[in-house]
């Protein structure tokens, strides 16, 4: 055999790493490669999705058709929020046959708009964003405008700044700060904090908002000694509850769990004990907080049906179906543990 007419050596290893990975032989990748017919649809789509996982470009003749490869972009896994909701999201996209791309930022990493190029490289079907730059008013959005202009499916979890006209759903934030809110004046706590994120995060105003109007209802004060912002971090939380317990309060509700964490941190390191001088609540109920010394109280977000909920109006809009742009809000749950309790007098 001539080298004009042998196969080359890159070509036959795509080949067969292809063919493992779907579970066919080399001559039916072969057939949807170069177009041949006698490959069923589901086949062929396995062959493509496979192609694109393993890094190699399709042929020239196959590159206008997306991938069934769908980028779910998260800020960072240190929160355990955003594994539990990758999972289920991931999970539901491969019961659609979909593949998920894992997209997360990191410090000195690649940004959201990067992962976006990278994606739209790829030909992804759609994507599926949380806890992105949607929700920093400060934050650039050019990259989801583009996403717009290429009319590409995706949806937003969480609250959005208004002119994103995706699919978004989120957590009633409002509806949880009423329920941690309750739970502390039925406690006897008349001085009530909050720890929230940054001015520009969507979500932390939505719950600054009805944590003035609860307090204005009950008769508190809701002042600027009552509210603190941090980056959400354990850190962050534990260095601004410090500022909140020296003002007196006596219950804090937190727009995270890991800031929750940090709170439970700075009240020990004060000397003092949770729940009995400072009552703590949370918010996502993320794993192992039924773990944490004592267990937390905190709002749960219902993260299975938000996740599946998700999955289902991306494929509604990947099959070419319309969808509303109206936000989706999902109830929460007060989950009542050991973090607190009555309160009572402090020196």
């Avoid at 004009?4 to 072969?30: D, N, Q």
């Avoid at 994103?164 to 009633?172: E, G, I, N, R, V």
């Avoid at 319309?322 to 989706?328: D, G, P, Q």
């Amino acid at each position: 055999m001539t080298s004009e007419t042998a196969v080359p050596r890159s070509t036959t290893r795509r080949l067969a790493e292809v063919a493992k990975k779907v579970g066919v032989s080399e001559a039916t990748v072969s057939r949807v490669l170069n177009g041949k017919p006698g490959v069923s649809d589901a086949t062929r789509a396995a062959v493509l999705t496979a192609l694109d996982v393993l890094g190699y470009e399709r042929p020239t003749q196959l590159r206008g058709e997306r991938a069934r490869l769908v980028g779910l972009v998260l800020p960072e896994l240190g929160n355990p929020i955003f594994p539990a909701l990758a999972e289920v999201v991931g999970g539901a996209l491969a019961q659609r046959g979909f593949t998920p791309v894992l997209c997360t930022r990191t410090a000195g990493g690649l940004s959201e708009s990067d992962y976006v190029e990278m994606l739209l490289e790829q030909q992804v079907s759609g994507m599926v964003f949380a806890g992105g730059h949607y929700m920093e008013a400060d934050a650039p959005h050019e990259h989801y405008f583009r996403l717009l202009d290429l009319r590409l499916p995706a949806v937003l979890v969480n609250a959005a700044i208004g002119e994103l006209s995706f699919p978004c759903l989120a957590t009633d934030d409002v509806v949880a700060v009423e329920q941690a809110f309750g739970h502390l004046t039925s406690l006897g706590h008349t001085r009530i904090g909050m720890v929230l994120g940054p001015e520009d995060h969507i979500p932390s105003r939505r719950k600054h908002e009805a944590f003035v109007s609860e307090a204005r209802r009950a008769g508190l004060e809701a002042g600027p000694d009552c509210v603190e912002r941090s980056l959400f971090s354990l850190e962050g939380g534990q260095a601004v509850a410090t500022r909140l317990v020296k003002n007196g309060i006596t219950g804090i509700i937190c727009a995270s769990d890991v800031l929750a964490l940090g709170v439970l941190r700075a009240v020990r390191r004060l000397g003092m004990s949770v729940p009995e001088d400072i009552s703590v609540v949370g918010y996502d109920d993320s794993a192992f907080m039924n773990c944490t010394n004592p267990p937390l109280t905190t709002v749960r977000q219902p993260i299975e049906a938000i996740g599946r909920t998700a999955v289902t109006l991306l494929v509604n809009q990947i099959d070419g179906g319309s969808v509303t742009a109206e936000e989706l809000l999902f109830e929460p749950e007060l989950v009542v543990r050991g973090s607190t309790g009555p309160v009572r007098m402090r020196d």
